[in-house]
């Protein structure tokens, strides 16, 4: 199953939250840490560097693009892991993989600020420290979201 259509109704700025412009953006910044990130742990499960050439073996069931777009989703809308298959045509475990890869690079990013593209948020206590700063009124969503203990 092709899953172009998924990727253009995820990437509208109605589901994943960002613009495309700003999306394109995002992908390319985080493109290198997660290729770095992944070299690095199939290093250390293989005990040593790569015998073939990069690209070689298999591919992805989801690529990088569906891999931020299919998190930006899941954290937006606070999707099962079982939503999302659907549309992507892979499993559960494969979008749960790739929200793991994912989001811990958008963490490490940290927020922007409007009009302040050099300030980067990285912690609630950042957060709370500009707030405190610039005098700005934070409100918090309290939307309970089930988590697996």
């Not at 606070?78 to 963490?107: K, Q, Y």
Request: glycine share 8%; net charge positive.
């Amino acid at each position: 199953m092709k899953t172009g259509w998924a990727r253009a109704a995820c990437s509208d700025s109605a589901l994943c939250g960002i613009s495309k412009g700003h999306l394109r953006a995002l992908v390319a910044e985080l493109a290198e840490p997660w290729q770095a990130r992944r070299e690095s742990e199939l290093g250390e499960r293989r005990g040593h560097g790569r015998l073939r050439a990069a690209g070689a073996g298999p591919d992805h069931q989801l690529v990088f693009v569906d891999r931020v777009l299919v998190t930006l989703v899941a954290l937006r809308w606070a999707l099962s892991h079982r939503v999302l298959p659907v549309l992507f045509a892979t499993s559960a475990s494969t979008i749960g993989r790739a929200v793991g890869e994912i989001r811990p690079l958008l963490a490490a990013r940290g927020f922007a600020v409007p009009d302040r593209p050099a300030v980067r948020l990285r912690t609630l206590a950042d957060v709370f420290a500009y707030a405190k700063a610039e005098g700005v009124t934070l409100r918090i969503d309290g939307t309970e979201v089930q988590v697996d203990d």
